[in-house]
């Protein structure tokens, strides 16, 4: 049996389900396996059958990296999220920042956009300041205001309960949850896209959903009711076909080059090669068709959420409709600004790189290291992650809320400045009453109890 700890993410799509495992010891390898998660395209799956192939996933990843699966994170997509912006401000007492005052600082905010039907599934940091000054790191900063902005993603908690249920009912646990687009950008954007100014675009199956990241943050979410099974449907309607046949005709041509098409001027065509050739500009025309629909939709979204253009481009993904011949080219005919075109999924025999997934245990490699790990150097030394002081972590608020308080109430001695935190008594006195779990310390806890 292989002693890593692994990190796990499972993703239930339409068509497939993804899981990926990365080792927190060895981060430079990431495992994954792929099923299908309908039997048929009708969009129509059994429950039965679905769970089943849930398993399946899980059990080829399980052989991949020698281990038991027992806890895994799940990705759902951004048209069952809602994202609110919050910010929580905490008090240093002029002493350096450290990880413990940033969770701090996180649970703040996250009171702010509690709600009794929501679950905070989420969070984006957008940035943090100390005594109104921006770092990207606070860390050893030292001041006597720390304040984090960040974005929070909620769902429906009968929603995110169901996929609970339907895990647990399998024999896995969810531990955490991370929105697709999200955990895309991890993979597909660099810091530098984010700060100067990227629509990140899933052209999923039934969904398009665009992110848009400037300023090394995520700025807005658009979802639209249309992706690659539009295609199928056009097809399907256009040629009188089902959606299997239609499904199979657009992925017969994605594989197709200009050099693979026959010359129809050439007097050694014959008529079954020109009836191919016909039935190919048929297809060509359909898909032509509905793409450029599709990139006038996206384009009014761009220009609706940003005025400057200049320096901003695009970076596309998804399954089948990122493989269709010619589809770079007349995306970057119709979209208004430059765009690059990927496969969502890359797969080379029993080799499998799927972007959302991977994107989330990578995501979530980096969160536990930073946040899991204290600045004692003893435990820096530790190899696994999750032998750290635990406590201090889950017992922190208790140990710091009364001084905290005390000196909210007291805030004559604060500086013009600093007017900011006396505006802040009334929500931190709502969090003192109430004081949600990040999803981090729920993850610990199911770990250490």
Same mark, same amino acid.
């Given at each position: 049996? &292989?002693?890593?700890?692994? /990190?796990?993410?499972?993703?239930?799509?339409?068509?497939?389900?993804?899981?990926?495992?990365?080792?927190?010891?060895?981060?430079?390898?990431?495992?994954?396996?792929?099923?299908?998660?309908?039997?048929?395209?009708?969009?129509?799956?059994?429950?039965?059958?679905?769970?089943?192939?849930?398993?399946?996933?899980?059990?080829?990843?399980?052989?991949?990296?020698? &281990?038991?699966?027992?806890?895994?994170?799940?990705? /759902?997509?951004?048209?069952?999220?809602?994202?609110?912006? #919050?910010?929580?401000?905490?008090?240093?007492?002029?002493?350096?920042?450290?990880?413990?005052?940033?969770?701090?600082? @996180?649970?703040?905010?996250?009171?702010?956009?509690?709600?009794?039907?929501?679950?905070?599934?989420?969070?984006?940091?957008?940035?943090?300041?100390?005594?109104?000054?921006?770092?990207?790191?606070?860390?050893?900063?030292?001041?006597?205001?720390?304040?984090?902005?960040?974005?929070?993603?909620?769902?429906?908690?009968?929603?995110?309960?169901?996929?609970?249920?339907?895990?647990?009912?399998?024999?896995?646990?969810? =531990? $955490?949850?991370?929105?697709?687009?999200?955990?895309?950008? &991890?993979?597909?954007?660099?810091?530098?896209?984010? *700060?100067?100014?990227?629509?990140?675009?899933?052209?999923?199956?039934?969904?398009?959903?665009?992110?848009?990241?400037?300023?090394?943050?995520?700025?807005?979410?658009?979802?639209?009711?249309?992706?690659?099974?539009?295609? !199928?449907?056009?097809?399907?309607?256009?040629?009188?076909?089902?959606?299997?046949? #239609?499904?199979?005709?657009?992925?017969?041509?994605?594989?197709?080059?200009?050099?693979?098409?026959?010359?129809?001027?050439?007097?050694? =065509?014959?008529?079954?090669?020109?009836?191919?050739?016909?039935?190919?500009?048929?297809?060509?025309?359909? @898909?032509?068709?509905?793409?450029?629909?599709?990139?006038?939709?996206?384009?009014?979204?761009?220009?609706?959420?940003?005025?400057?253009?200049? $320096?901003?481009?695009?970076?596309?993904?998804?399954?089948?409709?990122?493989?269709?011949?010619? @589809?770079?080219?007349?995306?970057?005919?119709?979209?208004?600004?430059?765009?690059?075109?990927? !496969?969502?999924?890359?797969?080379?025999?029993?080799?499998?790189?799927? %972007?959302? =997934?991977?994107?989330?245990?990578?995501?979530?490699?980096?969160?536990?290291?930073?946040?899991?790990?204290?600045?004692?150097?003893?435990?820096?030394?530790?190899?696994?992650?999750?032998?750290?002081?635990?406590?201090? /972590?889950?017992?922190?608020?208790?140990?710091?809320?009364?001084?905290?308080?005390?000196?909210?109430?007291?805030?004559?001695?604060? !500086?013009?400045?600093?007017?900011?935190?006396?505006?802040?008594?009334?929500?931190?006195?709502?969090? *003192?009453?109430?004081?949600?779990?990040?999803? %981090?310390?729920?993850?610990?806890?199911? %770990?250490?109890?």
């Amino acid at each position: 049996m &292989n002693e890593n700890h692994f /990190i796990v993410g499972l993703d239930i799509g339409t068509y497939y389900i993804k899981a990926s495992a990365i080792a927190t010891e060895d981060k430079s390898t990431v495992y994954e396996s792929l099923v299908e998660s309908t039997d048929n395209f009708l969009n129509i799956r059994d429950k039965k059958y679905l769970k089943q192939q849930i398993v399946n996933s899980i059990a080829i990843l399980e052989e991949k990296i020698e &281990n038991k699966i027992k806890h895994v994170f799940l990705t /759902i997509d951004p048209e069952f999220t809602k994202m609110k912006k #919050s910010e929580g401000i905490i008090l240093l007492d002029e002493m350096p920042v450290d990880k413990k005052d940033i969770i701090r600082a @996180i649970d703040k905010s996250l009171s702010q956009v509690k709600s009794n039907n929501d679950e905070i599934i989420d969070t984006v940091i957008s940035r943090y300041l100390v005594d109104g000054v921006s770092y990207d790191n606070p860390i050893g900063v030292e001041g006597r205001v720390l304040e984090v902005q960040l974005k929070a993603f909620l769902s429906d908690r009968d929603y995110v309960e169901r996929q609970n249920k339907l895990l647990n009912s399998i024999g896995l646990n969810l =531990v $955490g949850v991370g929105v697709s687009n999200n955990t895309a950008s &991890n993979i597909l954007l660099t810091d530098k896209d984010k *700060e100067n100014g990227t629509f990140l675009i899933d052209v999923g199956a039934s969904k398009t959903r665009v992110s848009y990241f400037l300023n090394n943050e995520l700025k807005s979410i658009e979802v639209f009711p249309f992706g690659g099974h539009s295609i !199928t449907n056009d097809i399907a309607i256009v040629l009188e076909k089902s959606r299997g046949e #239609s499904e199979k005709l657009k992925k017969s041509i994605s594989t197709l080059t200009d050099k693979n098409v026959i010359d129809s001027e050439s007097s050694n =065509v014959d008529k079954d090669d020109q009836k191919k050739n016909e039935e190919l500009e048929i297809l060509d025309e359909i @898909i032509k068709a509905r793409v450029i629909d599709m990139m006038d939709n996206i384009n009014t979204y761009i220009k609706s959420v940003e005025k400057n253009l200049s $320096g901003k481009k695009a970076v596309i993904h998804g399954g089948g409709i990122a493989k269709i011949r010619n @589809i770079s080219k007349t995306v970057n005919n119709n979209l208004i600004i430059p765009t690059n075109v990927i !496969t969502s999924d890359i797969i080379d025999g029993n080799s499998i790189f799927t %972007f959302q =997934v991977s994107g989330l245990v990578y995501s979530l490699l980096e969160v536990l290291s930073y946040t899991v790990y204290d600045v004692d150097e003893s435990e820096k030394n530790v190899k696994k992650p999750f032998t750290s002081n635990i406590k201090e /972590i889950s017992d922190l608020k208790e140990n710091v809320k009364q001084k905290e308080y005390k000196e909210y109430n007291d805030a004559s001695y604060l !500086t013009e400045d600093q007017d900011l935190i006396a505006d802040k008594k009334e929500e931190n006195d709502e969090y *003192e009453k109430s004081e949600p779990l990040t999803w %981090f310390q729920k993850f610990i806890n199911k %770990f250490f109890k």
